[in-house]
């Protein structure tokens, strides 16, 4: 069986500042998508990234990058320059590749940004 | 111009009633889905269906029901609502068999069992 773990129920960060939020998975396969979801007060899920299994380099969105390791099977997201507007829930999510039907979440993580 | 749009937004009735939720998606998108949040803040999937086959989360009750009347829609019924079946419903769509395969989301909607 697939599981997500984010084990950062909540973080905080200061304007401007970075912060990284953890997220690690447990699979027997060797592809798959890893994804980066936002969840804002709106409730709106908003995919913030992707990442492929077999893609070596990781990817980045503008002030969003992640860290995938994949033999340690981590994924953690670094959001730079982090703005008060980046404050939601943040979803960590693992979908094998053939799978559509089979996206599992994580539990989350809360992340608070100080003025 | 929502891509994908869930309506009712907020839901509460009484327990025992059977409700609907509706669920577009204008993205042209072949597979759907509906998600529950429960008040955990845990995501997880109930169905998935294109137009090939509707495949369930064998741990969904048989009251919840998906309806599809077109490729656009995917509508969630539910019979004899219970006090559990309070929490956040997710439509979702996508399409199958692109390289990027993302999964889109619509608002949610709250539903509440009195």
């Known amino acids: 069986a697939q599981t997500v773990t984010q084990s950062q129920p909540e973080m905080s960060v200061q304007e401007a500042e970075t912060v990284t939020l953890s997220c690690t998975y447990d699979?027997?396969?060797?592809?798959?998508?890893l994804f980066w979801y936002k969840q804002p007060p709106s409730r709106q899920m908003i995919l913030v990234i992707r990442?492929?299994?077999?893609?070596?380099q990781n990817a980045t969105e503008n002030r969003f990058s992640v860290n995938f390791q994949k033999a340690a099977k981590s994924f953690s997201l670094k959001i730079s320059d982090s703005q008060l507007g980046d404050a939601a829930m943040y979803f960590c999510a693992y979908r094998r590749r053939e799978k559509n039907n089979d996206m599992r979440f994580g539990a989350g993580t809360r992340l608070t940004v100080k003025p | 111009d929502t891509a994908v749009s869930q309506t009712p937004k907020y839901l509460v009735t009484q327990m025992g009633n059977d409700k609907s939720i509706k669920c577009e998606q204008n993205?042209?998108?072949?597979?759907m889905y509906w998600y529950k949040q429960d008040s955990k803040k845990f995501l997880k999937i109930m169905f998935s269906y294109n137009n090939k086959e509707l495949i369930i989360n064998e741990t969904v009750p048989n009251r919840f029901s998906p309806k599809s009347p077109d490729k656009a829609h995917l509508n969630l019924h539910i019979n004899s609502l219970e006090l559990g079946d309070s929490a956040v419903y997710f439509c979702a769509s996508s399409q199958e068999n692109l390289a990027k395969n993302i999964q889109y989301f619509g608002a949610g909607t709250r539903l509440s069992v009195l």
């Open positions: 993205l042209g998108h072949d597979t």
């Open positions: 699979t027997s396969e060797s592809d798959y998508y």
């Open positions: 990442q492929e299994a077999y893609k070596q």
